[in-house]
């Protein structure tokens, strides 16, 4: 079966750090470009950062740059996306998708995991 699964949510205060994983099982993230989207409640769901396949392009939306950092490990067939000087506007349930093939917008995923939340307060 093929499977994305995220984790690494959970409360933080303002100013903070966390670090979501995005561990594939059942296929290769090799091939695949990935992307991590968030959603807040009562807000569409919106596209946070994106790698390419082979890792050596990524592109993050305005929101998050230079706060917010992906990165893969093939070896761990694992995408991480780490967050630092987090705000109380991150709050969201944070998903991983992967899209075959050579992209790094990630705007048309295969597969997606089935979230963790991210909450940022005092």
């Known amino acids: 079966q093929l499977q994305l699964v995220e984790s690494g949510g959970g409360l933080v205060q303002p100013g903070g750090s966390l670090r979501l994983s995005c561990a594939a099982s059942g296929f290769t993230l090799d091939y695949y470009a990935i992307g991590w989207f968030r959603q807040a409640p009562g807000k569409e769901r919106e596209g946070v950062s994106c790698?390419?396949?082979?890792?050596?392009?990524?592109n993050y939306a305005d929101a998050v740059k230079g706060r917010f950092t992906i990165s893969r490990d093939k070896a761990k067939n694992t995408v991480y996306l780490q967050m630092n000087s987090l705000k109380p506007e991150d709050t969201a349930i944070y998903y991983c998708?992967?899209?075959?093939?050579?992209?790094?917008?990630?705007?048309?995923?295969?597969?997606w995991g089935q979230g963790t939340q991210v909450t940022v307060s005092s």
């Open positions: 790698i390419s396949s082979g890792g050596g392009s990524t």
């Open positions: 998708a992967a899209e075959f093939g050579i992209t790094t917008m990630c705007s048309r995923p295969d597969y």
